[in-house]
């Protein structure tokens, strides 16, 4: 039987996600969080929001990119301002090995030289000789992208409710969708922090019109252009659990990768340098976990943009799976069990 009321706990990229999901199959649906506003407390709101699962491929499982592929056409339907115009990688002259391995590492590429790259990006003029251009990648805001969502469940339906911890309130529903990101970690003992620093600043000396990493044996970088000449920078990946802002050694180390890609970058205003910690499994892959009238969705790790619209599609199905029934079970294992 399906669920006559459902609650998603948790207002990040993966409950709004899976909440559009479970609205749009007709289920009734409301959303709660802890935070004051949208974004208050959420790992999402310091995303890059690049949607590039061949170039993570180059890093991460296979199951990544194919699970993020079908992404790109979710976020294109859900939210207009998803950019679709592929991403950019290059490298130091001295880190041109680097090109090449990440060449043979992934897929869906194309080998650029200086002119080509300039009829790209104009402003990268003169500054790289060579560089690998995925086409079919795109990019998004986050801060943009989790307020369309909103608006979107807003207009289906679903209320969204702010300052409501799960704790402290007396939950009534049929399923629980518990997306509350690394906090979770008091039901899924299993997950850890990975922590990333970003760095957002502001030049009017640049223009970019899409995701450019830059790659470097120690501190690979990418930035994203947010528009109005905004550009996030990020991210570290540290295996720390250390909460607060950004160390100076990382701010340090973007902001001088970034000067390396364009000098522009030396002048730039700065307006943010914040730092969060990625809810991650041991795999450094997601999963929807199931026990008595709950979901957890979680472990989006490095890839919450990218891997949200199939993890939301994994639980709609979980919900309308006849074996829903059988508590406690790992739907991943389930699911490949099936083949
Ligand atoms: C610097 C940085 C850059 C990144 N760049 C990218 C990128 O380019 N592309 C990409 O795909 N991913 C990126 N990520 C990863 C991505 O941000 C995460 O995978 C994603 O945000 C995880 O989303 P979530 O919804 O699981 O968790 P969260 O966004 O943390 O959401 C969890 C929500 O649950 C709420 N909550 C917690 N406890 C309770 C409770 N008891 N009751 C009610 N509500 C509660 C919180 O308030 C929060 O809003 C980046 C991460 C970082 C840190």
Known sequence: MNPSKIIVVGAGVAGLAAALELAERGLSVEVIDRGRALGDGSCSWLAGGMLAPWCEGATADAEVVTLGEPSIAWW????????????LVVAQPRDAAELTHFFERTARCNWLDGDQIVRLEPDLAGRFRRALFFPDEAHLDPRRALPALADT????GVPIRFGVDAHAANLRA???????????????????????????????????????RMLHPRIPLYIVPRGGGVFMIGATMIESE?????SVRSTVELLNAAYALHPAFGEAEILEINADLRPAFPDNLPAVRRGPNILYVNGLYRHGFLLAPAMAKRVADAVFDPLMESPDADLRQRQSARG
């Open 76 to 87: 294109m339907r859900h939210f207009a301002g998803t950019a679709r115009n592929g991403s």
């Open 174 to 212: 049929d399923l629980l969708v518990d997306c509350r990101g690394l906090a979770a970690r008091d039901q899924l003992a299993d997950l850890r922090g990975v922590r990333g620093e970003m760095v957002v600043v502001r030049t009017r000396d640049l223009e970019l019109s899409r995701p450019v």
């Open 242 to 246: 250390a909460r607060g802002g950004a």
């Open 153 to 156: 469940l807003k207009q289906n």
